[in-house]
């Protein structure tokens, strides 16, 4: 366990993920062992309320070591100014700014974190960092290990609460050998309070495990969940299949991440990945590389006609704006009337877009070099549909319909010229993660993408 190293630090705890958590877990564990003491205490006469016993106070132990396990393991991060062991492929990856260093195959760049992170499967507030590559076997551990000590309180809690409920009626018809168990009020409170909370875990955690099982036995992650479904949707159209590249069998696939034939650490540098045979490394990120490119033809510039001043629910936008918002933690974007913006989701009444910046302002952001000022190059999020009006669709302006120097394109802020803006273009995944910045060389078609960092 890496305790004060950059893969996790005593500083994560202080966030509202870990201390919920943590008071989670102990107060289940407390309410039931309270239950478990009056209800069937361990007795010296009696085995089973002896191993009973050591089993209740076994599972919080395996609970909290995988729970920090997770946390202080860490994902495992790509190093800075890392590239592949052979030059050539960086053309398969994409250059995250922040980190400034190509991508490796499988990882991606975390908001939160701030890093790019090895095989990476989600951020999780609960732990207040990311699972991937090296701890995704410890965060299973601890999901299966708190529903069966959820399970296991329920068991004290449940017939504990029944029975002090229902006292006057044991009393009133003198049932003998059933233990009379009698709560004060808030002793009552916090148990049942904690029957709610114990089912609570059991069902949400449970259908997360029973996800994250699906993407094991699947070797894929969420994020590598979302990128095949869309590649096998544009092989329906292509007609040219997409073989995902990670899918080495039930057996190897779940190795890769539970790994018991080497102590349970996991497998590989989450760098380079055993592919299956007819398969290279790159497949995915090249699949990756084309479904942006796609995306980029479906992005439509809009002009902002309204100030937006990122609250989630903008009432003067009307009610249904607020009713009809997007389903996301994703971040509301501040928008203010002549203001231009490239969006590349819709919904009914909102819009997923990013912020076109000016060539000033751009070059004046690149040659920054603090991470903080990286971040301002990326200003993208959700805004009420009717503070905009569609300009044009990129569609038009890559495939020659709208000149680049049209009036319509031009203005005294905004140059679309070769690498006039950076338009940042594409959340990765429609995930948010990506940091990439991409060019938009008006003159080239699509596929002639360049790179705004030198490559070599
Ligand atoms: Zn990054
Ligand atoms: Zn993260």
Known sequence: MCWGTSSGRISQLAHYGPIGAIILIIWITVSAFNCLTKWYPPQSTDYLSIINFLIFWIHPCVIF?????????????????WIPANKEDIQYLQYCEICESYKAPRSHHCKKCQRCVLKLDHHCPWIN???GHTNHASFCYFMFYA??????GLLMLCPAVYRALFVRYYLYHRIKNVPIIIFSFWG???SILSIGLAIGVVVAVGFLLGVQCRNIIKNQTGIENWILRKAIDRSHRAEKKFIYPYD????ENVRHVFNWRNGFSSIGDGLVWTVRDGSDQYDLTREQLEQKAEKRMRTVRYDVIGDYNGFFFPIKYGFRTCICIPFTDEHRMKITRGDRVLVTRWETYWLYGERLISTKTADKLSSSTTTETKKKKRDRGWFPRCCIYEAFKMEDLWSGKIRPDSDMVLSESINFGPESFAPEGFDENDHDNNSEV???????TTTSRKRTRKED
């Open 438 to 444: 991409l060019s938009t060389d008006m003159s080239s």
């Open 65 to 81: 070591y995988n729970y920090f396990c997770a946390i202080f393991r860490g994902p495992g991060f790509v190093s800075q100014n």
């Open 188 to 190: 009552l409170l916090s």
């Open 248 to 251: 080495l069998g039930f057996k």
């Open 129 to 131: 960092t990311c699972v």
């Open 147 to 152: 529903i069966l000590g959820c399970i296991h």
